[in-house]
């Protein structure tokens, strides 16, 4: 059983690709799956459940306790990907979980009727009482945007017959993909905020929706801001993850080169907000009221305000009820794009008290940096220095 080999063809050395994340201070998810040829009930489907358990046992098994151990210390394991039956986007059975009527067409295969029961006594809960067995965390495979959050509510609680228990009381952190951040919010309130699950995650975020350089910049911040709002009590209790960060397309977040690695536009837009926003993040609960051609939300990164602004060219102004510097006459702010980074120039932005809110006033460029929106947006950082 080889279990030191890694990417899709599974030619490359995990080991140091783990250790080396670790040096650079990355953690490491592992993804555990699928069913070898061999052992599948759809013949020679590695999607379909294994016909031999204790297999899939063994294997699971062998990785955790080889990467939980030192020198790797993994703490979180995937089990399988995006295990689905129907989908609510149309599709009979899933991509990555197929059964008996799988015929190699997702658009023409019936409905695989015995989908959840197979997952969550064949694969998930096999695998999940072994990852626990180690003193590790359960991250549920990445539910399919497609899928349909009610639908994967009935998964989550879905009690097995055989085995009297839910799925849900073996995921530590409840797992999505391509959601934007308000739909998060329900998965939250029902199986976060008092338990049983420790976190949301989405470890598949961007992929063809970088074609549009807004997206992932706006969908960090969005998702920083909601955590804080959440409960934010610990660094991996909400995570989100990008999808082909590497890659040739236009769209991916960098290109291999020669002679370099180069960044795109999304590449560029994280740099910008690691450096806009690098002090310690913190909820910013007091009123913004944006003239009709800007709207925006708000944190606190260290003593800054940072606001991310999405607005049409020409002037803009908002105002901030309640707030409090530490020296008025010294504070300053600033209007950086959130793509390259560049501040305006001085005359373009300013913020003066009026009716006890700070009232900035900014200059949105004539080309904004947005594409193919209706009608195209820039997109900024408002950053108030020195508040209190």
């Known amino acids: 059983m080889r279990i030191d080999k890694t990417s899709s063809a ?204 807004h997206y992932l910049p706006r969908y960090f911040f969005d998702f920083a801001v909601w955590a804080l709002d959440r409960n934010w009590d610990d660094p991996n209790k909400y995570l989100s993850m990008v999808y082909h960060w590497d890659g040739y397309e236009s769209f991916r977040l960098t290109h291999r080169g020669p002679p370099r690695r180069t960044y795109n536009a999304s590449g560029r837009s994280l740099v910008v907000l690691n450096q806009i926003a690098n002090g310690s993040l913190a909820s910013f609960s007091k009123p913004l009221q944006f003239d009709s051609g800007a709207s925006g939300s708000a944190l606190r990164s260290g003593h800054d305000v940072v606001m991310q602004v999405s607005a049409d060219p020409g002037w803009q102004t908002v105002s901030v009820g309640g707030i409090k510097l530490q020296s008025p006459r010294n504070a300053r702010v600033e209007f950086v794009d959130a793509l390259t980074g560049t501040a305006s120039a001085r005359d373009d932005v300013a913020l003066a008290w009026q009716d006890q809110a700070l009232k900035i006033r900014f200059r949105v460029p004539d080309r904004v940096n947005g594409a193919d929106n209706k009608p195209p947006k820039h997109l900024a950082y408002l950053v108030i220095r020195g508040v209190a």
Do not use: C
Not at 144 to 169: A, C, H, I, V
Not at 176 to 193: F, G, K, N, P, W
């Open 10 to 213: 599974f030619d490359s050395d995990l080991p140091p690709a783990l250790i080396a994340n670790d040096r650079h201070g990355i953690g490491s998810l592992l993804q555990l799956g699928y069913t070898p040829g061999w052992n599948a009930s759809v013949p020679g489907d590695s999607n379909s459940a294994p016909v031999d358990v204790e297999a899939w046992e063994r294997y699971v098994d062998a990785v955790v306790r080889t990467y939980s151990a030192p020198p790797y210390n993994l703490r979180y394991f995937q089990i399988w990907n995006e295990a689905a039956g129907r989908l609510s986007g149309g599709l009979a059975q899933a991509t990555f979980w197929n059964g008996p009527d799988a015929d190699g067409n997702v658009k023409t295969s019936k409905p695989y009727e015995h989908a959840m029961q197979d997952y969550v006594e064949r694969i998930h809960i096999p695998a999940a009482r072994i990852i626990r067995k180690y003193h590790a965390y359960v991250v549920y495979g990445g539910w399919p945007d497609q899928g349909g959050l009610d639908n994967f509510r009935k998964w989550l609680e879905y009690r097995s017959p055989t085995l009297k228990e839910r799925m849900l009381d073996w995921v530590d952190y409840i797992d999505t993909h391509y959601l934007q951040v308000a739909e998060l919010d329900s998965l939250y309130q029902q199986y976060v905020r008092n338990g049983p699950a420790r976190g949301v995650w989405q470890t598949e975020i961007g992929d063809a929706y970088m074609k549009d350089p």
